[in-house]
């Protein structure tokens, strides 16, 4: 066999980053755009039935002045705090704002705290919020930090007439979904009834789509109905869930995850969450030592009803049926995710104690698209709420007077240590005393941050928190307890307002002008440069799919600054085109040939390009350091498409011009710039 020459491999290579390019620009379109290709994958699979997996859809992130939203200004008063803790203060703030935000439910919302000579001010965005009454409401309270204790008042049974309303609105919920089944038989669309019918505000907007939903979701008798049925299919009746009457329609099937069963037994200590016994750590972890060893196959239920502080551990031997390892505490899941079939491993350490664990079996599942009509029923608790698992003592923030991170002197343990007014003092030992051998929760803006044991009677107004954590985190709840005391009142100074109309026409503006500026582009380009300017409109569509792809992968919030970021980058990508264009043009002019003008045209427009965006780059990323979130979008927009046009334009334009060198046996012609007539003696 002959060897390849120099030339043959060259010419490979460069066929081999052609296909790379190629493939580069599908993979990226895909993920940009997947509605098409999946749309292909469905009739295929329909067709051949191989059953190729769909490109999961992901849409960008819009900001606040394109999916519409509320912007609101908070100004903090920290007259009344020392001027070393007014910063923490503040931040202790904003952590709280952040948390209400979440608990609204709100999208990507932006929590950001600035200082403006004396004057500490919190910027709030969210985007997609109707209710700005409500939001307005939630966030302006000032943070609650609250005592609680365990309520063990039984819920009441519901009256007669409440329980005849409850019947007669699930009555009347099966004859609407009956009466959708109808429609549906008289071969009505289903999407359109979804649309139309399902009160599932969520997904009627989507027509009826809920995605892949797998065994570990909260919808088991949905997903236990698209495994009977095939893809396509449409419920025949109404499907009962927790939510109401679902009628179902099936889509395509994947591989899910991994589901476990296993037993264990839990040993917990005092300090450990949710737990009443009085073993210290150290006591638990030997107790939990032995019924490791003691532990086997047969004996395990019997043990596990013995020992375990699990309550409902106690009545079925340990048993936690079927699961997936995410839907266990981290450590629990990945003890079980490096053990066999059929291991006894541990002892386990998590938040919740000691754990042994049997693996007894485990199963691979599936995942299924379906998309539903849904009819809501009620259920008792609807009507009657369960009684909340804590109640009020009358202790919080009001009486606390500091809260500092300490170490206990003889094991180094960090703690953190609160004290309160002689309101608080009083209120505290009452609870103690009614509270011994019992968990007192606290509670910050309605959330649990510690659920400590009381060993015994408090009097002084001095307690301490202990749980595992660092002295980072013991700083953090210090903090956060403080910013619930100290009186940090806020004051709205701003309220901005975005439809979700007047975000939907700016964006589509937006589209179109970026369309309009990459023709304009690829017309200037062609024109002018004629052969290398249909390679730089290429290079060009290929940067446009590349800096989306990004903005997806990475997840960059998409603001009109942010578009105007990249269509500006649009434009800065073709500059250093042009920059190389010029060159190889006045290299053509001096006589060279085709190959050694594209070489000395592209190493000598490297040095202007590189100081070009070098500069550019420097701008983008002082306006990200130092500028506020609108300006900060279009910075992030215009850094990314400085780097990606530096791989278009250097690397990507250079290998499709020594590809189609040859074709032209290294002579220019007509179709480059700089081409001359009449022959020319031609440098080597």
Known sequence: MKNQTPTNKTRSALRWSVAGIVGLFIVALAFVAPEPFNKGITQLNTKTGIGLPTIPVRPFRLGLDLRGGVQLVYQADVKNIAASEQAAAVEGVRDVIERRVNGMGVGEPVVQTSQVENFYRINVELPGVTDVAQAITMIGETPILEFKEQNTEPARDLTAQEQKDLDTFNAEAKKQANAALARLKKNENFDTLATQLSQDEITKNNRGYMGFVGTESIYPSLHEWAKENKEGAVSQTAIESGEGYNILKRGAERAGGTEIK????????????????????????????????????????????????????????????????????????????????????????????????????????????????????????????????????????????????????????????????????????????????????????????????????????????????????????????????????????????????????????????????????????????????????????????????????????????????????????????????????????????????????????????RDGNSSTMITCLILIWLGTSFVKGFAVTLALGIVVSLFTAITVTRVLLRFIAPWFNNQATWLFPGYKSKETPTQK
């Open 262 to 609: 296993a037993s264990h037994i839990l040993v917990c200590y005092l300090g450990s969450q949710n737990c009443a016994a009085t073993l210290t750590k150290d006591e638990a972890k030997t107790k939990a030592q032995q019924l490791f060893d003691q532990a086997n196959a047969s004996n395990f239920a019997q043990l596990a009803k013995d020992n375990t502080t699990d309550p409902a551990g106690k009545e079925d031997g340990g048993d936690l049926g079927w699961f997936t390892t995410s839907s266990m505490v981290a450590e629990f899941g990945q003890a079980l995710t490096s053990a066999k079939k059929g291991d006894i491993i541990g002892p386990v350490e998590t938040a919740f104690g000691f754990h042994i664990i049997y693996k007894q079996d485990e199963r691979a599942t599936s995942e299924y698209e379906i998309s539903r009509i849904l009819f809501k029923t009620k259920i008792a608790t609807d009507i009657v709420p369960v009684p909340e698992d804590w109640k009020a003592t009358g202790l919080s923030g009001k009486q606390l007077q500091r809260a500092e991170v300490t170490t206990d002197p003889q094991t180094g343990t960090v703690m953190v240590s609160i004290r309160f007014n002689a309101e608080g003092t009083e209120l505290f030992k009452q609870i103690t005393e009614r509270n011994l051998q019992k968990p007192v929760a606290i509670f910050l803006d309605g959330e649990a941050i510690s659920v400590p044991n009381v060993g015994s009677v408090i009097s002084d107004g001095n307690a301490v928190i202990t749980g595992q954590f660092d002295l980072a985190e013991a700083r953090l709840l210090a903090q956060r307890l403080n910013a619930g005391a100290l009186p940090v009142p806020v004051e709205l100074v701003s309220r901005q307002g975005v439809e979700a109309s007047l975000g939907a026409d700016s964006l589509a503006r937006s589209v179109q002008a970026g369309i309009y500026g990459a023709i304009l582009i690829v017309i200037f380009m062609i024109a002018v440069y004629r052969l290398p300017g249909i390679l730089a409109a290429v290079t060009l569509a290929l940067y446009i799919v590349l800096t989306l792809a990004m903005f997806k992968l990475i997840g960059v919030t998409i603001t009109l600054a942010g578009i105007a970021g990249f269509i500006m980058s649009m434009g800065v990508a073709v500059d250093a085109n042009v920059l190389i264009f010029e060159r190889l043009k006045e290299e053509l002019q001096r006589g060279r040939s085709l190959k050694l003008a594209v070489e000395e045209g592209f190493m000598r427009a490297w040095t202007s390009i």
